[in-house]
């Protein structure tokens, strides 16, 4: 068994999916309509991550609370620029201990980001 996606309820889809497309580099794989929601599939190249997206017009959305999901970082330092170029308020480079740098953001739902540098 393995972890297959993780579902968001959204508030605005094409906002959401620009800061995906954008910030975590993932790409819509696919996108379609169920009664009245809107639904988008985003996913790396290698299609192991996966991120659903819905919106549901008349339906609470994610509150963003309690939720971190986070991103491996090839060029972690470029990639914080990145998000404070997006006009997005990225926290500080974190840096505990040697093997631990990261940052966090949250997207347009109130869930919090992670971008952590890979090793």
Do not use: W
Not at 21 to 50: D, P, V
């Amino acid at each position: 068994m393995h972890f297959n996606h993780l579902a968001i309820r959204v508030k605005d889809i094409e906002e959401s999916i620009g800061f995906y497309e954008k910030i975590t580099e993932l790409k819509i794989a696919e996108r379609f309509s169920y009664e009245t929601a809107e639904i988008a599939y985003l996913e790396n190249e290698e299609g192991g991550t996966k991120i659903e997206l819905i919106h549901f017009p008349d339906q609470p959305t994610f509150e963003g609370s309690g939720l971190t999901v986070c991103f491996l970082s090839e060029d972690l330092k470029a990639h914080h620029e990145l998000v404070k170029e997006s006009g997005l308020n990225p926290s500080d480079i974190r840096n505990p201990d040697p093997s631990n740098l990261y940052f966090f953001v949250y997207d347009p739902n109130g869930v919090s980001i992670q971008f952590k540098q890979k090793y």
